[in-house]
């Protein structure tokens, strides 16, 4: 009888540390994954730093080659003997259109921006909420508690052998 309870015992043990030592490796995973959430929410900020330094730049071309084209309007309907800034000349309607069309692709180009930069934040919030999400799941593991909670369902179950009746 002696080795029956001594076993349990043990066994009450092992399950008591088990329950410590997962309880603890899951902690510690839900930590690790809330760390790389937010490293992940971080590399979303810079992208999206990026796609404005970078949109900025795009603009700035733009503009120049819509200037450039103007430019070239300008001098070739001159050369063709146009006026371009008489009103309701067709020099001045085609320089119209064509800064019209300038104008359209720097507004398109400045929406993409725009809208890239925002997908990019929105990513960022995403991992935020994740990491959020992971911290408060590391809360609820306590190793102490999980091993103290399956000590006593052990000794529940065994109370039997380790508190006989007779």
Same mark, same amino acid.
């Given at each position: 009888? *002696?080795?029956?309870? !001594? =076993?349990? $015992? /043990?066994?009450? %043990?092992?399950?008591?540390?088990?329950?410590? &030592?997962?309880?603890?490796?899951?902690?510690?995973?839900?930590?690790?994954?809330?760390?790389?959430?937010?490293?992940?929410?971080?590399? *979303?900020?810079?992208? !999206? =730093?990026? $796609? /404005?330094?970078? %949109?900025?730049?795009?603009?700035?071309?733009? &503009?120049?080659?819509?200037?450039?084209?103007?430019?070239?309007?300008?001098?070739?309907?001159?050369?063709?003997?146009?006026?371009?800034? *008489?009103?309701?000349?067709?020099?001045?309607?085609?320089?119209?259109?064509?800064?019209?069309?300038?104008?359209?692709?720097?507004?398109?180009?400045?929406?993409?921006?725009?809208?890239?930069?925002?997908?990019?934040?929105?990513?960022?919030?995403?991992? *935020?909420?994740?990491?959020?999400?992971?911290?408060?799941?590391?809360?609820?593991?306590?190793?102490?508690?999980?091993?103290?909670?399956?000590?006593?369902?052990?000794?529940?179950?065994?109370?039997?052998?380790?508190?006989?009746?007779?």
């Amino acid at each position: 009888m *002696a080795f029956i309870v !001594a =076993a349990t $015992v /043990v066994g009450v %043990g092992v399950s008591a540390y088990g329950a410590y &030592k997962s309880s603890q490796a899951n902690k510690a995973a839900a930590n690790s994954q809330a760390e790389q959430a937010r490293i992940n929410e971080q590399i *979303a900020i810079r992208n !999206a =730093a990026d $796609v /404005v330094k970078i %949109g900025e730049d795009s603009l700035f071309d733009q &503009k120049k080659a819509t200037l450039a084209s103007l430019a070239q309007v300008r001098a070739g309907t001159a050369g063709a003997g146009f006026v371009v800034d *008489a009103k309701d000349t067709t020099g001045e309607q085609l320089y119209k259109a064509m800064a019209e069309a300038g104008e359209l692709d720097i507004t398109r180009l400045k929406a993409n921006i725009d809208r890239e930069e925002q997908r990019a934040l929105d990513t960022g919030a995403g991992f *935020a909420a994740q990491a959020d999400q992971f911290k408060i799941q590391a809360r609820g593991y306590n190793p102490m508690f999980s091993a103290f909670s399956a000590g006593l369902s052990g000794i529940s179950r065994s109370s039997d052998i380790l508190f006989p009746t007779k």
